[in-house]
């Protein structure tokens, strides 16, 4: 490649090579799309012609080793050595364990991002607890108590000043500077409004993962969504899959279960009797003929959770009776049995997989 490619010629050998094995990937994710026949969008890869990062494997870099607040750049690009401004402290880790360094570039600046190989495996106690998260349209999320957690003040306040910016950009000449300013601003407020939600995700997830030990949620993906012009849907979706990403690699992390489950009728069902009770989109509680009243995201949550419980019962070992977990005398029972649960995953986890096989 580099001898057809100027540019390619000026890089790192190990930065061409992973530059060109993300390219791979995204051409065989393309295929493997294709081959599953995957309905809508597949995934097909793009040229990028304005690449916005660079990323180095273990050469092409060298840290400051006295301060580690400098690193310098090797390779023929010139970029040579820059001052690391920023909180973390790289001191903390052996310089073996970087593996990778990125230098990416975003509206308002330049970035290093370290990637480092750790295994971090945390042992926490169980919280003897479970959770079913139901996304709907008014809370962020509601949970078989019925509790919910409000949509972030972020979501109105960036929708309204994204909206107030791309007209002022719509405005203004192709090619003048003022465009340039316009969308530089652009720029800005939407990496503001990315970096609250990936804090927001951050946090809740934390929240979630530590006060519980099975998560249950709904297995929604961009692709079955339909593509909304609402602004403010748009950032909650990608909160929403922010904060999934971060339940799940929080809860392999500290050892606990986390199932996505096929999103199918949990609305329509009644979490108490399994009738389904037909209702639209504007009715808010749900109300059965055996007597069941809840609210309706409630219901639905209570209906995740125990889809959630009958997956684990099917792939591991124990937890037979999950389907009884949502009982009201079932409290402590299923605190006992999960506890079980979670430290055979904390332990056992390569034990029941070949038990399962
Ligand atoms: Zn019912």
Redo the contacts with the bound molecule.
């Keep these: 490649m580099a001898h057809d490619f100027h540019f390619a010629n000026k890089l790192n050998s190990q930065a061409r090579q992973s530059s060109a094995e993300r390219s791979w990937s995204a051409i065989s994710r393309f295929y493997d799309n294709c081959k599953k026949k995957i309905p809508g969008k597949k995934g097909y890869p793009k040229f990028k012609k304005n690449c916005r990062s660079v990323e180095y494997k273990t050469t092409g870099w060298k840290l400051d080793l006295n301060t580690r607040k400098a690193i310098t750049f090797t390779d023929k690009n010139n970029i040579g050595r820059l001052k690391l401004v920023g909180t973390y402290d790289l001191h903390f880790y052996p310089i073996e364990l970087i593996k990778r360094v990125r230098l990416i570039r975003r509206a308002d600046g330049y970035y290093c991002q370290f990637i480092l190989s750790i295994d971090v495996k945390i042992d926490s106690l169980p919280a003897n607890s479970l959770i079913g998260l139901d996304v709907g349209l008014e809370s962020f999320y509601t949970d078989q108590n019925g509790q919910k957690i409000d949509n972030p003040r972020f979501l109105r306040k960036g929708e309204k000043k994204l909206k107030k910016l791309q007209r002022r950009l719509s405005r203004k000449k192709k090619g003048s500077s003022n465009r340039r300013k316009a969308r530089q601003k652009l720029a800005k407020a939407h990496l503001k409004i990315s970096r609250q939600r990936q804090d927001f995700a951050v946090k809740l997830a934390r929240c979630v993962i530590y006060s519980n030990d099975v998560i249950a949620y709904e297995d929604l993906r961009i692709k079955n969504l339909v593509k909304n012009h609402c602004l403010a849907k748009s950032i909650k979706d990608a909160a929403w899959y922010q904060f999934r990403e971060w339940i799940e690699y929080l809860g392999e992390k500290h050892g606990k279960i986390t199932v996505a489950v096929a999103p199918h009728y949990t609305s329509q069902k ?1 979490s ?4 389904t ?1 037909k209702k639209s989109l504007s009715t808010r509680t749900h109300i ?5 009243q809840l609210d309706r995201d409630e219901n639905a949550a209570r209906n995740i959770l125990k889809i959630g419980l009958s997956t684990v019962g099917h792939t591991g070992t124990w937890l037979k009776d999950s389907l009884n977990a949502l009982g009201e005398d079932t409290a402590t029972f299923s605190g006992a049995i999960l506890s079980k649960q979670v430290t055979s995953v904390n332990k056992e986890s390569p034990v029941t997989a070949t038990i399962g096989a």
């Design positions: 009644c108490n009797c399994g009738e009770v059965c003929a055996c007597g069941c």
